[in-house]
């Protein structure tokens, strides 16, 4: 906080009102600051047990994963834990516990500091992390290039996110701001922009030594740097926020997964000052229209690199799960080789339908509903729990609005559900309950009891249920709103007899649901079929979703 800075603006620029967080420069200063700000957390809002184990309990995931990241970075052994929050018995969510035993001072406050014990050899051993063994390496010749050209595109396997991939893209912005004024950022999402372009481990703030690290001023969406530089940050949910921007330098992250190529159309269309115009595009390889264009493109130099090159980067027990589960299929070439897979033979979809069925905006809907293909369990080798959201107007054509997907707890899934049928004011949600039985409704309405949900049970293989909604799609009949990257990629390479990942299976559920199983007797099913008039318009049709932009959700 500068000397000049009133509390409220201050806490405008670091984007703190109403979205409790610890800002990663933060995360990222000194001891010192770390351990007082620690100390500050937990005179407030932590406690300790009279046999000195501390806890930090937030009903904010943001925040306490924050106090999680914070106590690790002193160098104490902590744990997360996820449990239901209930006041009088009644749910209130999720909450969150962060539970270490200290070696050092995390309390200023007497009363909770007398409580605190001086950890014997053994409990301070069990409490603190530590090198436990260096071993000399033979030097690795390296080479550092730079390529002079219009556009940069690295193509990078899924693990080089954290690491070469946005670093490349980060330390490209750091050399360009010495030199260029206007060097601006574009991230797939809001959240995508901040936690990892600025805020992560290889981001911006934590790449940028003390003297050149750029003030983040969140409520402005800048970064203003220290030789007077500024950086605009946009994102490629809002093209129209382009619209009319300039740029002299730009770092493009995540091209590939951008939901509207309108964006990289305004973008370039900005890119137009100074004396070498230049994009930087860091991003994980899909054949998007744009890539492809971009790929084929005289002026653009392609650098790519895999995930078997990154390997010393990577957690051993991450590196054999992700080699296990992709290797040898065609999504693996794309994730691990960093290769652009067109077209897979065998496969159900193709990009070209999909393309050709795009559209930005939907009509008016008649019926919409949420379709959640849950995993059973959470755990680091469950599989993703895939859930889709989609509509149908009166003439029957299919929309895909919305979707989400992760490695989610069954609270997390219903929670993400349940959102997104409040906020596109969905008729219904539906489940597949082959493996989770009871248990899916149950978890639903925990986190709201007023939701209409059906069960699905799933009686044919997944290839006779995907057959008929491919062939939806194949006569044009099944638009996509904007691009599903995730989505798109299990559907383009799919192929039958293995096993169906989470957002086609949810999609498939979902179309079906929609276009193929014979009609429920409710009132907006029948408005759907002009049999039913709308007391809302009095024209047979729902008031939502005219010609709106669908709207975008954080993907995890």
């Not at 989400?404 to 008729?427: C, M, N, V």
């Not at 179309?511 to 002009?530: C, F, H, N, V, Y």
Request: aromatic share 8%; hydrophobic share 35%; with cysteine.
């Amino acid at each position: 906080m500068e000397a000049n800075d009133s509390l409220i603006s201050w806490l405008k620029r670091t984007d703190l009102i109403g979205n409790k967080h610890i800002p990663g420069i933060y995360l990222r200063s000194s001891y010192e600051t770390r351990l007082a700000l620690l100390q500050g957390l937990m005179d407030t809002g932590g406690s300790i047990t009279p046999g000195g184990t501390c806890e930090f309990t937030a009903t904010n995931k943001r925040l306490a994963e924050g106090v999680y990241e914070l106590v690790m970075t002193l160098g104490i052994k902590a744990t997360l834990i996820i449990g239901r929050a209930t006041l009088n018995g009644v749910d209130c969510g999720p909450k969150y516990r962060v539970y270490f035993t200290p070696y050092i001072p995390v309390f200023r406050l007497s009363r909770k500091v007398a409580y605190v014990k001086e950890p014997g050899k053994q409990s301070t051993r069990q409490a603190m992390r530590y090198i436990v063994e260096i071993k000399e390496r033979e030097s690795v010749p390296v080479r550092c290039i730079q390529v002079d050209s219009p556009s940069h595109l690295f193509l990078a396997g899924r693990s080089f996110i954290p690491t070469h991939n946005t670093r490349t893209g980060a330390e490209w912005v750091r050399e360009q701001v010495k030199h260029y004024p206007y060097v601006n950022l574009i991230g797939a999402t809001t959240d995508d922009a901040r936690e990892i372009m600025i805020e992560g481990e290889s981001g911006l703030l934590a790449i940028c030594p003390p003297g050149e690290r750029p003030r983040y001023i969140a409520n402005k969406r800048r970064l203003e740097w220290p030789n007077g530089a500024r950086s605009l940050v946009f994102t490629a949910d809002a093209p129209e926020r382009l619209r009319g921007k300039q740029h002299m330098k730009l770092w493009a992250d995540e091209l590939a997964a951008w939901r509207y190529a309108e964006a990289w159309d305004q973008a370039m269309l900005g890119l137009r000052l100074g004396d070498n115009p230049q994009a930087c595009i860091t991003t994980t390889p899909r054949p998007t229209r744009v890539i492809k264009e971009l790929v084929a493109h005289p002026k653009c130099v392609v650098v790519t690199g895999t995930t078997y090159e990154n390997r010393a980067n990577l957690a051993e027990g991450f590196y054999d799960d992700i080699i296990t589960k992709y290797e040898g299929t065609h999504l693996g070439e794309q994730e691990l080789l960093a290769k652009l897979i067109d077209e897979v033979p065998g496969a159900l979809w193709t990009r070209g339908i999909l393309e050709n069925n795009r559209v930005h905006h939907y009509p008016d809907l008649a019926r919409i509903v949420v379709a959640i293909d849950p995993a059973a369990t959470s755990n680091a080798d469950s599989n993703e729990t895939g859930i889709v959201v989609a509509g149908i107007d009166e003439h029957r054509q299919g929309y895909v609005i919305d979707c989400a997907h992760g490695r989610f707890t069954p609270d997390e899934w219903a929670t993400q559900a349940i959102r997104l049928y409040k906020s596109y004011d969905a008729d219904r949600i539906i489940a597949e309950v082959n493996n989770g039985g009871e248990m899916v409704e149950k978890t639903l309405r925990t986190v709201s009891e007023r939701v209409a949900y059906t069960a699905i049970h799933a009686s044919r293989g997944k290839h006779t249920r995907a057959e008929p909604v491919a062939a939806l799609y194949e006569q044009g009949k099944v638009h996509h709103v904007g691009l599903f990257a995730e989505m798109e990629d299990q559907m383009c390479t799919w192929l039958p007899g293995e096993t169906s990942p989470d957002l086609l299976d949810a999609a498939v559920w979902a179309i079906t649901e929609l276009m193929l199983d014979p009609p429920r007797s409710s009132a907006r099913r029948l408005q759907a079929e002009g049999l039913y008039p709308s007391q809302s318009t009095g024209n047979g049709q729902r008031p939502r979703g005219r010609g709106a932009r669908a709207k975008v959700t954080p993907r995890s």
